[in-house]
């Protein structure tokens, strides 16, 4: 398999109790929070809303991410 295939992406990096979520679209990031919630939910683990940040690069327009019915700050 070629070492620069897609399978070889990076979507996730934990750290401590640091999570950053990696995505190639706006529909791919909702998505991948949703996953994010209900993994939290299993593990009944809280993701603090108001200390989160989202970051797009190189955006045609800023998106906006929903997170259990709260927006989520742009950085």
Same mark, same amino acid.
């Given at each position: 398999?070629?070492?620069?295939?897609?399978?070889n992406?990076i979507? @996730?990096?934990?750290?401590?109790?640091? *999570?950053?979520?990696?995505?190639?679209?706006?529909?791919?990031?909702? %998505?991948?929070?949703?996953?994010?919630?209900?993994?939290?939910? @299993?593990?009944?683990?809280i993701?603090? *809303?108001?200390k989160?940040?989202?970051m797009?690069?190189?955006?045609? %327009?800023?998106?906006?991410?929903?997170?259990?019915?709260?927006l @989520?700050?742009m950085?």
């Amino acid at each position: 398999m070629a070492q620069n295939s897609w399978t070889n992406l990076i979507f @996730i990096l934990l750290h401590a109790d640091d *999570v950053a979520l990696f995505s190639c679209s706006v529909d791919a990031m909702q %998505n991948l929070l949703g996953v994010f919630k209900t993994f939290y939910q @299993i593990c009944e683990l809280i993701i603090r *809303v108001d200390k989160t940040k989202m970051m797009a690069i190189q955006p045609r %327009n800023y998106p906006t991410f929903i997170y259990r019915g709260e927006l @989520i700050q742009m950085a």
